[in-house]
């Protein structure tokens, strides 16, 4: 099933592809509109010189009033509505983050246009839904709860996820393969995937990404002591002191993927600058467990959000994902904007896209904070 949907990407035109194309052609053109011409010779090299004219035009005339409009003698151009979907919520140096779906962004994004993903998704299907934000801002509980007090300090809340239901798993097999899927058609050949998960769910994750035609190479541990297990049974901590449910968590997987090669390592990484990582000096390659503390309270006042991944450890992935150095690093589950900030910091080109318009606003301001900020990288 891999290999076929891998195939079936690169070398067919899939349903919506060139339609897709038109949108990604005009809505990256520094013209407001093009010719018939421009936008043919501009699909062409996204889709392959076999597409049609007359599929073409018919993207152009038939089935996109609401999306393309034509705005003299064969010229297009994208209608007001499409052109501000396409205009980033804001940019920072080499970054450009945009309020979206991603799956409704990815699928207008040009084929082989990414070359690295850093990301760390909602890992449960729906606590990152508009009612459990609801109550996590109201502090309301639901899929959120509070971690007992440590020595004095109140812990920040975190999602629930022993309490997914064999529906909520199936929920997040099928929104990972559709993701996989719609990541598989804009990455480039060798182009890195490192997905955050956690250790109840990474196997549902991990299946579903296979499944969605990516490869997998393996996961990086990040070592982390976290506020996860090491409770003693509810209700009946006296009777049973000498007890926990579950072991306390002390580290947290990063699955790693990439999209099939195309030829050997070398060619690959001739032709599209991935297929490896990079090291970190000619005496020490990128190595799979990285240590490191949790997120600071210095970061975490800087960029409040939940979920938010310290600049030490994403700044070591982000860094290692691009092999030469060059490209795009893309986040479709941007948060507060964390990996953003980290390929700002290593010198690296990064795209976002977030969905919650608070979290948009987090990141405005948190971006240009963290990429200044000076963190250590532990040796070991
Ligand atoms: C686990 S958090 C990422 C936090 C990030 N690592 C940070 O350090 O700030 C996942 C984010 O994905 C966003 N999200 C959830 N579903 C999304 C979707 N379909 N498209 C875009 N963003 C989405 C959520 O609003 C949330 O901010």
Redesign the pocket.
Known sequence: MTSMIGRAHDSRVRPGQVRDAVIAVLAQSRQSNLSLKEIEYGVRAIVGNTVASSSIRSSLNLHERDLITRVGRGQYALTARMRSVDQPAFEYKDVQLFQ????AWLARQPTNSVHAVVT????GASE?SAKEQAKLRNGTGGLWRIPPTLDGVRRSPVPRFTTLTDSDLHSIQEFFMEWSRAILRVLVPGANVVV?ANPLVSHVVSMALSDGGLERRGEIIRLVQTLRGGDRPKGAHEEFPDVSVMPRSQWEPWLLYRKPLSGSVAENLRTWGTGGFRRISAERPFGDVIKGPPTRSRERSI?P?P???PQAFLRQVVHAALPLGTGVVLD????????LAAAQAVGYRSIG????PD?VGVAREAIPALSKLRVTVSED
């Not at 941007?334 to 990996?339: E, I, K, N, R, V």
Request: proline share 11%.
């Open positions: 979206d779906d991603c799956l760390d998704p909602p890992y990152y955050a960029a959000h979920s938010l991944k479709p589950f941007a948060g507060s904007g964390s990996t896209v977030e969905r919650d979290y």
